[in-house]
């Protein structure tokens, strides 16, 4: 099993930044894929940006020049760090954690943007 720790979701004005972090633990591999997905009411749960272990990262179409993923593989941590918040950016945002067949999600950590 893999267990997955978020933090950094909250409440920002439209035009503001938020930084999410999630740490993974437990049953590991070196190669994995780390990433944020999110998930609006009433909407499907949609990749945000996603970035494996060898480096290659993948954005939303959406959030593509204004967040940023990355990520600390001496920590098994991944960051999605969001600038020019809109308020259709609002949701539950979940850190997801791939390796082989095998995905694991974090408990989800909210995001609001006011406008």
């Keep these: 099993q893999v267990q997955l720790v978020e933090s950094g979701g909250g409440l920002v004005q439209a035009g503001g ?3 999410l972090s999630c740490t993974a633990s437990g049953s590991l591999s070196s ?9 609006a009411p009433g909407k499907q749960r949609e990749l945000v940006a996603a970035a494996s272990s060898g480096g290659n990262t ?3 179409d959406s959030v593509k020049g204004r967040f940023t993923i990355s990520r600390d593989n001496v920590k098994n941590t991944v960051y ?4 020019s918040l809109k308020p259709e950016d609002t ?6 954690y791939a390796r ?7 408990q989800g950590t909210q995001v609001t943007v006011s406008s």
């Design 17 to 19: 930044s938020l930084r």
């Design 58 to 60: 993948n954005y939303a």
């Design 91 to 96: 949701a539950v945002y979940y850190c997801n």
């Design 31 to 39: 190669v994995n894929v780390m990433g944020w997905y999110r998930q």
């Design 80 to 83: 999605l760090q969001m600038n």
């Design 100 to 106: 082989g067949s095998r995905t694991f999600w974090g």
